[in-house]
């Protein structure tokens, strides 16, 4: 009979060069998407902040007391170093309560995540606050 080792060389040839082809293309048409667990993690990062502060209703007495130093000072020690942050407290009707700036950099220039949560004091007069902070990673 014939011999067809030649056949199958050329064969196999033609699907090696189809599967670079594919693996090539693959790239260019599915381009990588961008990284959108950064942006959660970074609010995730900010929630978890804010809960700790929270605890024992330290954040409320906190802003009860007008004590906006203390606030920057806590959360420059529970974010990361690498992590820039813009706090607003506001009130109940939506009125802001900081007078001074609770920031520890500029975020202009960053991608910025905002994060909101709400707490209370624990005063015999139960006050409500609401926080929204922005927070964005320092590259």
């Not at 011999?3 to 082809?21: H, N, P, S, T, Y």
């Amino acid at each position: 009979m014939f011999d067809q080792k030649g056949q199958i060389r050329i064969l196999e040839a033609f699907l090696a060069v189809g599967v670079m082809f594919v693996a090539l293309l693959i790239p260019i048409v599915w381009p990588s998407s961008p990284s959108l667990t950064q942006p959660k993690a970074l609010a995730n990062m900010g929630t978890q902040a804010l809960i700790a502060l929270d605890t024992n209703g330290t954040l409320g007495n906190l802003i009860t007391q007008k004590n906006w130093t203390s606030i920057k000072q806590s959360l420059d020690v529970l974010l990361p170093i690498g992590v820039s942050f813009n706090l607003t407290i506001y009130d109940e009707n939506l009125r802001p309560l900081n007078d001074q700036s609770i920031q520890n950099t500029n975020l202009l220039g960053s991608e910025v995540v905002s994060v909101r949560y709400v707490c209370a004091s624990q005063n015999l007069n139960v006050t409500f606050y609401i926080l929204q902070m922005q927070m964005a990673q320092i590259r």
